[in-house]
Structure formats: structure tokens, C-alpha cells
């Protein structure tokens, strides 16, 4: 028996060893058994660090202090020793210096701390700025001046789900990867408009020392001014229902001259693939289109196969709304459904998307030619807007 606990002890020490060095920091986000905040690459991070390093000096010299005086005086002054408490009840000294000193401490923690949540909020003069929506669960981006002025997309998280349900191993960064990066120049002052579509949320970004919760109905902002290029990793900080893990953040910033080649292809890209809501669609153009759509924006909640998940989404193969008249799934597809977790996407996708989309679901699974109006057109969701 002791053989054999050597042999599996020996077995769970090099597992753990091969594990932990197949973890590596994160470039951009965290770090292996990281203790300490962010350093980062803006002033306001690094303003954050050195105040976290000040407030924790002063209070573990405090907790020396307090605590080295209380545990000496209960040592020196024990019973055992033949001292006796002192009757007094004031002493004007005493009360002056621990009313002083402490307002002392306060302020000279304060100064600082003040003067640091004053520039997070100063938003003003700034080179950029950009609207970022939060939506269950990716985050929309929209370049409200500057040379990107009318650029905008979605940032979804582009984990395999493959890796999500352990079908194949992890990759380096897991569940904080997405297919468009919002991307900036680098020294420039970049300010985010933030609001929600749904629920509320929480743009983060650790190494700008940016943390503003996104808010249906309100607009907030923050800023930024990264001086290295590179790129950031961060995470929606706000519990907003049950794939809150799976909406990651990522800013790609870049020197000038790499930001204005980005801004000129995404113009190009956006002129490219800009839809006609007008157009006469086939059934064959809008399924095909639609199964995109599906795979970026549904697959996540009603799963690949339609079947949803039980308890939190319903299933979309045999569904009595998507095999009904067009009119209903038009509407819950626009302004989703109060009461559950079905978001509206009337602000993430286009008219041509909508219609793809419930396209494809109406012609996938077995819901091919059971349903009634099989073929939804663009100019269907214009009218529904």
C-alpha cells in the first residue's frame, strides 16, 4: 500500500508540474500567480499602482504601531508584574494627538486619491472617441470622429467552443480572445461612450486603469491614453447573466501610421460588404447568408443544432413561432422578449442580417418546408422597424 501511495504521489507531483508549465502569462492580460495590480501603460494605471503601494504602507505602519504599542504595554504592564491600571478618565494630550494625527493621515491620503479620480473623469480634449455598446454577450463599437468616423462592428468572443466544453485542449488565450479587436492609435486620447442594450455591463481594461459599468438608458465615459503599442486584454466586470465569462475585451493599440492603414481598410471592407436593404434576396442567398449570421450571434444561446438550452433557451427546431406566420418572429428578433434572456438585436444587425437570419432558421433542422412564410425579406424587416 505504501508502494503504491509513493507511485500515485509521485504521478500527482509531475502532472502538477506539466500543468504549470504549460501556463503561461497571458501577453496583454494576466499573469501566472499574479499578486499585484496592473502596472499598465497609461498614467491613470500607473497613478492607481503607486497609490495602492502608498495607502498599503500607511496602513500596515499604522497596523504596526497600534497594535506593537497594545501588545507591549499588555506584555510590560501584566498583572504578574505588579503593575495596576491607572484610574485617570482624560488626559487632554492623548485626545488631541490621536484627533490630529489620524485627520493628518486622512488628508495626505485623500490629496492624492482625489486628485487621481479627477483626471479618471476629465474626459475632455479628447483626439477620439467611441461608442461602446454592451449586448448579451459581445460589445459593439462605433468611431464617432477622427478618420474612422462611421466605422462599427461587433467584438465577439472567438473561443472555439470545442475548447469551452473540454473537447480539445485550451489555447493561450482562452475565453479572452475575440474576432475584432477595438483598435486605437497609440498616444492619442481616446474617449468611450458607454451604454447598454439589455442588462447592464462593464468595460475593463486592467493595464489602462479603466473599469466604467455600461448602463441601459445612461450614457457614461471614460478615457485612456496608451503610450505602448501592443495589444490589451480585458473582461466585462459585471455579473450579466450566464455567459457573463464568455464576453472578453480587446484593444489593439498601434502606432499612427499602422492606425490609419486599419481605418482605410475598414472602409474599404465596410463599402465591400454594405447591403442593399432594397434588393430582392433568393431563399438560396439569404439561408446561405443567414447560417453566418447564426453561427456569430445564436449559436451560442439556441446551440448549433437548434435544440437551445433547456431551462434558459428555448429550442428554435419545431418552434411554433419560427414554423408561424413571419410577423412575430420578425418582432422578437427586433425587440427581443421582456421577461427573458432574448435581447433585441435591431441595433446589433441590419435588415439584410434579420431577414437571413430567421431565414435560415425556418429552412434548418428539421424546419425545412413546414413552416409557414419560409423566406423573409429585408424589405419585411423595414416595415417592422
Known amino acids: 500500500m505504501k508502494k503504491w501511495r509513493g507511485i500515485l504521489g509521485t504521478c500527482a507531483m509531475l502532472m502538477a508540474s506539466v500543468a504549470s508549465a504549460q501556463v503561461q502569462d497571458m501577453p496583454g492580460g494576466p499573469k501566472v500567480n499574479q499578486l499585484n495590480l496592473h502596472e499598465g501603460v497609461t498614467s491613470i494605471?500607473?497613478?492607481?499602482?503607486?497609490?495602492?503601494?502608498?495607502?498599503?504602507?500607511?496602513?500596515?505602519?499604522?497596523?504596526?504601531?497600534?497594535?506593537?504599542?497594545?501588545?507591549?504595554?499588555?506584555?510590560?504592564?501584566?498583572?504578574?508584574?505588579?503593575?495596576?491600571?491607572?484610574?485617570?478618565?482624560?488626559?487632554?494630550?492623548?485626545?488631541?494627538?490621536?484627533?490630529?494625527?489620524?485627520?493628518?493621515?486622512?488628508?495626505?491620503?485623500?490629496?492624492?486619491?482625489?486628485?487621481?479620480?479627477?483626471?479618471?473623469?476629465?474626459?475632455?480634449?479628447?483626439?477620439?472617441?467611441?461608442?461602446?455598446?454592451?449586448?448579451?454577450?459581445?460589445?459593439?463599437?462605433?468611431?464617432?470622429?477622427?478618420?474612422?468616423?462611421?466605422?462599427?462592428?461587433?467584438?465577439?468572443?472567438?473561443?472555439?467552443?470545442?475548447?469551452?466544453?473540454?473537447?480539445?485542449?485550451?489555447?493561450?488565450?482562452?475565453?479572452?480572445?475575440?474576432?475584432?479587436?477595438?483598435?486605437?492609435?497609440?498616444?492619442?486620447?481616446?474617449?468611450?461612450?458607454?451604454?447598454?442594450?439589455?442588462?447592464?455591463?462593464?468595460?475593463?481594461?486592467?493595464?489602462?486603469?479603466?473599469?466604467?459599468?455600461?448602463?441601459?438608458?445612461?450614457?457614461?465615459?471614460?478615457?485612456?491614453?496608451?503610450?505602448?503599442?501592443?495589444?490589451?486584454?480585458?473582461?466585462?466586470?459585471?455579473?450579466?447573466?450566464?455567459?457573463?465569462?464568455?464576453?472578453?475585451?480587446?484593444?489593439?493599440?498601434?502606432?499612427?501610421?499602422?492606425?490609419d492603414k486599419w481605418v482605410e481598410d475598414q472602409k474599404k471592407k465596410m463599402a465591400a460588404n454594405a447591403d442593399d436593404p432594397n434588393k430582392e434576396w433568393t431563399e438560396a442567398e439569404l439561408v446561405a447568408r443567414g447560417e453566418k449570421v447564426f453561427a456569430a450571434n445564436c449559436v451560442a444561446c439556441h446551440q448549433a443544432n437548434g435544440k437551445g438550452i433547456p431551462g434558459s433557451f428555448p429550442p428554435l427546431d419545431g418552434d411554433k413561432v419560427v414554423l408561424g406566420p413571419k410577423a412575430e418572429q420578425i418582432n422578437t428578433v427586433l425587440k427581443g422578449k421582456p421577461g427573458t434572456a432574448m435581447a433585441p438585436f435591431g441595433g446589433q444587425l441590419n435588415d439584410v442580417e434579420i431577414a437571413a437570419v430567421i431565414s435560415y432558421t425556418r429552412h434548418a433542422w428539421s424546419n425545412a418546408g413546414k413552416g409557414q412564410d419560409p423566406t423573409v425579406q429585408p424589405k419585411d424587416v423595414t416595415a417592422a422597424r
Open 45 to 259: 494605471s500607473r497613478d492607481i499602482m503607486w497609490l495602492h503601494w502608498m495607502l498599503l504602507t500607511i496602513c500596515i505602519v499604522i497596523f504596526i504601531g497600534v497594535f506593537g504599542v497594545m501588545f507591549y504595554s499588555i506584555w510590560a504592564h501584566r498583572k504578574s508584574r505588579g503593575h495596576k491600571a491607572a484610574t485617570f478618565h482624560e488626559h487632554l494630550g492623548v485626545e488631541v494627538a490621536w484627533t490630529v494625527i489620524p485627520f493628518i493621515i486622512v488628508i495626505a491620503m485623500a490629496l492624492p486619491a482625489t486628485k487621481t479620480v479627477v483626471a479618471m473623469k476629465d474626459t475632455s480634449s479628447a483626439d477620439l472617441t467611441v461608442k461602446v455598446t454592451g449586448y448579451q454577450w459581445k460589445w459593439g463599437y462605433e468611431y464617432l470622429d477622427g478618420p474612422a468616423a462611421g466605422v462599427k462592428f461587433l467584438s465577439t468572443l472567438s473561443t472555439p467552443r470545442a475548447q469551452i466544453e473540454n473537447r480539445e485542449p485550451k489555447g493561450e488565450f482562452y475565453l479572452m480572445e475575440v474576432d475584432n479587436h477595438l483598435v486605437v492609435p497609440v498616444n492619442k486620447k481616446v474617449r468611450i461612450v458607454l451604454t447598454a442594450a439589455d442588462v447592464i455591463h462593464s468595460w475593463m481594461i486592467p493595464d489602462f486603469g479603466v473599469k466604467q459599468d455600461a448602463i441601459p438608458g445612461f450614457l457614461r465615459d471614460a478615457w485612456f491614453n496608451a503610450d505602448k503599442p501592443g495589444i490589451y486584454r480585458g473582461q466585462c466586470a459585471e455579473l450579466c447573466g450566464k455567459d457573463h465569462a464568455f464576453m472578453p475585451i480587446v484593444v489593439e493599440v498601434m502606432a499612427q501610421a499602422d492606425y
